[in-house]
């Protein structure tokens, strides 16, 4: 993996580059801090309203490299037009990232793209804003197809309209369906975008190490209280040696034979109970289908609102008495009846296909 030797890789620094003494300032604290490897600050910030500070622009540049040549540290931006990326390469700027609000422009991802050909620049891709992968997917395509190798993505959580806990819903399977798709690409997380606040970091922090992403981009000001944005979710290069102290950085493979054989133990438990279950699924299903076969042959309707209201609620009452949480039972039992409608409407379609019906209401069994 081309990102760094040890990971997870660390970057920090403030959200935005404001003058030649705060990033100096944080950038020192922070190389004091051997896991930090990267200087991030950003110097053209997408703001959600006009009117508020929307970074220093190119002077900024200058006083990123500088700050991290005294720290000893490579540095990070972000870039948004093919402008962006000129004056980068111009100051020496070491990473660039493409930020959510950019992500979701195909045009824009393009013409940075252009600009980037010939150059092995290192790029991260930080997801778009709505929580469509393949919009992600598509970006990491159009930089990697001007030749640029040095890519990874930034899992920096979704915008959603639903109140959560979080600025942006993390939403976690996104990524972890990135990872599966493309094994190679590293994936960092952006815990300070996904929280908000300061409060969250630490958790989603650990949460994005014990699902094996590749490092953390963490915001950080040598005073937070008065960063011109983003004030309530920077740390300082104090506050976040501690959370990076108090993160358990666990093995991908642990080297102890003894819990390697106990992992595999538990894992045979697994693998029979998944064959059970998929057994149990198939039973479930061949009894539907004959419930399907006689509720045909006697002329009776397959809606059957109040069996399945009843259903759910007996199941519900199990699965709590088992410990089951009550939303994933709920999911689960709604896809059963489902596929349970499903096959009825195809046996009926089977014996009748004159008088086939097309029916995709739930309220079935
Ligand atoms: C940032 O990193 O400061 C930033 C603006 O991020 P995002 O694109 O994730 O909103
Ligand atoms: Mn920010």
Same mark, same amino acid.
């Not at 891709?125 to 929580?131: A, D, G, Y």
């Not at 992600?136 to 930034?154: C, F």
């Not at 942006?168 to 798709?181: F, G, H, Q, R, S």
């Given at each position: 993996m081309w990102l760094t030797?040890? &990971? !997870?890789?660390?970057?920090?620094?403030?959200? /935005?580059?404001?003058?030649?003494?705060q990033i100096r300032d944080t950038a020192k604290q922070l190389s004091q801090n051997s896991?930090?490897?990267?200087?991030?600050?950003?110097?053209?910030?997408?703001?959600?309203?006009?009117?508020?500070?929307?970074?220093?622009?190119?002077?900024?540049?200058?006083?990123?490299?500088?700050?991290?040549?005294?720290?000893? &540290? !490579?540095?990070?931006?972000?870039?948004?037009? /093919?402008?962006?990326?000129?004056?980068?390469?111009?100051?020496?700027?070491?990473?660039?990232?493409?930020?959510?609000?950019?992500?979701?422009?195909p045009f824009s991802v393009q013409e940075i793209a252009e600009v980037l050909k010939g150059t092995d620049i290192p790029v991260l891709i930080k997801n778009p804003i709505n929580p469509d992968i393949n919009l992600w997917i598509g970006a990491i395509e159009r930089i990697n197809s001007v030749g640029i190798t040095k890519i990874g993505a930034i899992h920096r959580g979704f915008s959603s309209f639903d109140k959560t806990a979080y600025r942006n819903a993390p939403m976690w399977e996104i990524p972890i369906e990135l990872k599966m798709l493309c094994p190679e690409l590293p994936i960092l997380c952006d815990p300070s975008h996904i929280s908000g606040n300061r409060e969250l970091i630490k958790s989603i922090s650990q949460k994005a190490l014990d699902l094996e992403l590749d490092g953390l981009m963490i915001e950080t000001h040598f005073n937070p209280e008065i960063a011109m944005s983003d004030a309530k979710q920077q740390l300082t290069p104090h506050q976040l040696s501690i959370v990076l102290s108090q993160l358990t950085f666990r093995d991908k493979q642990s080297l102890n034979e003894n819990v390697v054989n106990r992992l595999e133990q538990l894992r045979q438990v697994i693998d029979e109970l998944d064959e059970d279950l998929l057994n149990k699924f198939a039973s479930r299903m061949s009894v539907i289908e004959k419930i399907g076969k006689y509720k045909k042959e006697n002329n009776i309707t397959i809606l059957q609102l109040d069996r399945w209201e009843q259903t759910l609620k007996n199941r519900l009452f199990i699965a709590e008495k088992a410990g089951l949480n009550a939303d994933f039972t709920k999911k689960l039992l709604e896809l059963v009846h489902q596929e349970s409608i499903r096959i009825q409407v195809e046996v009926m379609n089977e014996t009748n296909p004159k008088t086939a019906i097309k029916i995709s209401d739930k309220n079935f069994e």
């Amino acid at each position: 993996m081309w990102l760094t030797q040890d &990971l !997870p890789c660390v970057i920090s620094g403030p959200c /935005s580059v404001e003058s030649p003494e705060q990033i100096r300032d944080t950038a020192k604290q922070l190389s004091q801090n051997s896991k930090v490897s990267i200087l991030r600050g950003g110097i053209w910030k997408p703001r959600t309203r006009p009117n508020s500070f929307e970074g220093v622009g190119e002077i900024g540049l200058k006083w990123l490299k500088q700050a991290g040549i005294e720290a000893g &540290l !490579p540095v990070a931006t972000e870039v948004a037009t /093919s402008r962006h990326v000129e004056l980068c390469l111009k100051h020496n700027i070491d990473v660039l990232w493409i930020g959510a609000r950019t992500t979701v422009n195909p045009f824009s991802v393009q013409e940075i793209a252009e600009v980037l050909k010939g150059t092995d620049i290192p790029v991260l891709i930080k997801n778009p804003i709505n929580p469509d992968i393949n919009l992600w997917i598509g970006a990491i395509e159009r930089i990697n197809s001007v030749g640029i190798t040095k890519i990874g993505a930034i899992h920096r959580g979704f915008s959603s309209f639903d109140k959560t806990a979080y600025r942006n819903a993390p939403m976690w399977e996104i990524p972890i369906e990135l990872k599966m798709l493309c094994p190679e690409l590293p994936i960092l997380c952006d815990p300070s975008h996904i929280s908000g606040n300061r409060e969250l970091i630490k958790s989603i922090s650990q949460k994005a190490l014990d699902l094996e992403l590749d490092g953390l981009m963490i915001e950080t000001h040598f005073n937070p209280e008065i960063a011109m944005s983003d004030a309530k979710q920077q740390l300082t290069p104090h506050q976040l040696s501690i959370v990076l102290s108090q993160l358990t950085f666990r093995d991908k493979q642990s080297l102890n034979e003894n819990v390697v054989n106990r992992l595999e133990q538990l894992r045979q438990v697994i693998d029979e109970l998944d064959e059970d279950l998929l057994n149990k699924f198939a039973s479930r299903m061949s009894v539907i289908e004959k419930i399907g076969k006689y509720k045909k042959e006697n002329n009776i309707t397959i809606l059957q609102l109040d069996r399945w209201e009843q259903t759910l609620k007996n199941r519900l009452f199990i699965a709590e008495k088992a410990g089951l949480n009550a939303d994933f039972t709920k999911k689960l039992l709604e896809l059963v009846h489902q596929e349970s409608i499903r096959i009825q409407v195809e046996v009926m379609n089977e014996t009748n296909p004159k008088t086939a019906i097309k029916i995709s209401d739930k309220n079935f069994e």
